[in-house]
């Protein structure tokens, strides 16, 4: 099935409600071809419903979804072939091996012969050793990667994955945020929701803020960072340093040392021209860059 060029997931003025509670409202976003896009929010802030929107688990209350041009509601056959999901709850498989429910999953998409498909998973995902395991006896880490190779057995263009580091440990998280990107480098486009923001930090090229069911703001990672928040200089003096210190920037002083907090455009040698103290009595600066959870409490401290 030829997506070139296509926008892999398209969003338009989406409402989600159940009876009289609206839990996505009337939300709008585009994906771009190849690029891992963030879904952040708080608890009950709407994205896995909206994720369930995608996959059919819900069907919208109003609004417009397309996967790479095609309608989930309409043509549910052509987005689920296209799309990959890992939902947040390990789901039981019963008495099936990790290998027997790969094999079973590539035939719901007429992959009959996907023995190198799921070979490369396996090894991939460090199941390998484990692939004649029954899903009972895995661990929660090993169930996750499950579900991650599940997802991806039929070689989707578009991978959405809703929370998949939850509750494992740093080891599994660090290696499976390691094949996302490999999986977006390779062309692969990625939705992905998850409350480590210092994740979706270094991870996504774009990220939206929903609240309460709308979303607040959309647009590039560091862009928004660099927008919402402020660099924190701390300045170290060799021994008191009794000099004026008069700078718009500072926020504390002490004795030896000073904070100052500036925006992004503000470069550190401005600072200190600004602050015109002895630079030989500057034993260190240390800088503090804004981050992507600085900007997510901005922004939902703005809509409070």
């Given at each position: 099935?030829?997506?070139?060029?296509?926008?892999?997931?398209?969003?338009?003025?989406?409402?989600?409600?159940?009876?009289?509670?609206?839990?996505?409202?009337?939300?709008?976003?585009?994906?771009?071809?190849?690029?891992?896009?963030?879904?952040?929010?708080?608890?009950?802030?709407?994205?896995?419903?909206?994720?369930?929107?995608?996959?059919?688990?819900?069907?919208?209350?109003?609004?417009?979804?397309?996967?790479?041009?095609?309608?989930?509601?309409?043509?549910?056959?052509?987005?689920?072939?296209?799309?990959?999901?890992?939902?947040?709850?390990?789901?039981?498989?019963?008495?099936?091996?990790?290998?027997?429910?790969?094999?079973?999953?590539?035939?719901?998409?007429?992959?009959?012969?996907?023995?190198?498909?799921?070979?490369?998973?396996?090894?991939?995902?460090?199941?390998?050793?484990?692939?004649?395991?029954?899903?009972?006896?895995?661990?929660?880490?090993?169930?996750?990667?499950?579900?991650?190779?599940?997802?991806?057995?039929?070689?989707?263009?578009?991978?959405?994955?809703?929370?998949?580091?939850?509750?494992?440990?740093?080891e599994l998280r660090a290696s499976l945020w390691d094949f996302v990107q490999e999986l977006s480098q390779d062309g692969m486009s990625i939705l992905l929701t998850t409350h480590y923001l210092e994740e979706a930090e270094s991870l996504c090229?774009?990220?939206?803020?929903?609240?309460?069911?709308?979303?607040?703001?959309?647009?590039?990672?560091?862009?928004?960072?660099?927008?919402?928040?402020?660099?924190?200089?701390?300045?170290?003096?060799?021994?008191?340093?009794?000099?004026?210190?008069?700078?718009?920037?500072?926020?504390?002083?002490?004795?030896?040392?000073?904070?100052?907090?500036?925006?992004?455009?503000?470069?550190?040698?401005?600072?200190?021209?600004?602050i015109q103290c002895n630079v030989h009595k500057i034993l260190d600066i240390k800088i503090e860059e804004g981050s992507l959870e600085e900007a997510f409490v901005h922004v939902l401290g703005e809509h409070q």
């Amino acid at each position: 099935m030829d997506v070139s060029g296509k926008s892999p997931l398209k969003i338009e003025k989406l409402v989600k409600k159940y009876g009289n509670f609206t839990a996505v409202n009337e939300v709008s976003f585009e994906m771009k071809p190849g690029e891992i896009f963030g879904l952040l929010g708080p608890n009950g802030a709407g994205k896995t419903s909206i994720i369930s929107c995608l996959v059919t688990l819900q069907e919208p209350t109003s609004g417009h979804c397309e996967i790479f041009g095609y309608d989930p509601k309409v043509n549910p056959e052509y987005t689920k072939v296209l799309t990959g999901f890992v939902p947040q709850e390990l789901i039981n498989h019963g008495f099936f091996s990790i290998e027997e429910i790969l094999v079973f999953h590539s035939g719901f998409y007429q992959r009959w012969h996907n023995k190198e498909r799921i070979h490369y998973l396996l090894k991939r995902l460090g199941l390998w050793e484990h692939k004649d395991k029954k899903v009972k006896a895995l661990s929660g880490g090993m169930k996750r990667r499950l579900l991650i190779a599940k997802a991806l057995v039929h070689e989707p263009k578009l991978l959405l994955l809703d929370e998949p580091t939850a509750g494992v440990d740093i080891e599994l998280r660090a290696s499976l945020w390691d094949f996302v990107q490999e999986l977006s480098q390779d062309g692969m486009s990625i939705l992905l929701t998850t409350h480590y923001l210092e994740e979706a930090e270094s991870l996504c090229d774009r990220v939206g803020i929903l609240q309460n069911g709308n979303l607040r703001t959309v647009g590039p990672t560091r862009e928004l960072i660099e927008k919402l928040t402020e660099r924190k200089v701390h300045v170290f003096f060799d021994g008191v340093c009794n000099e004026e210190i008069s700078s718009p920037y500072l926020r504390n002083r002490e004795d030896n040392q000073a904070e100052f907090v500036i925006p992004h455009g503000v470069g550190v040698g401005d600072l200190i021209a600004d602050i015109q103290c002895n630079v030989h009595k500057i034993l260190d600066i240390k800088i503090e860059e804004g981050s992507l959870e600085e900007a997510f409490v901005h922004v939902l401290g703005e809509h409070q």
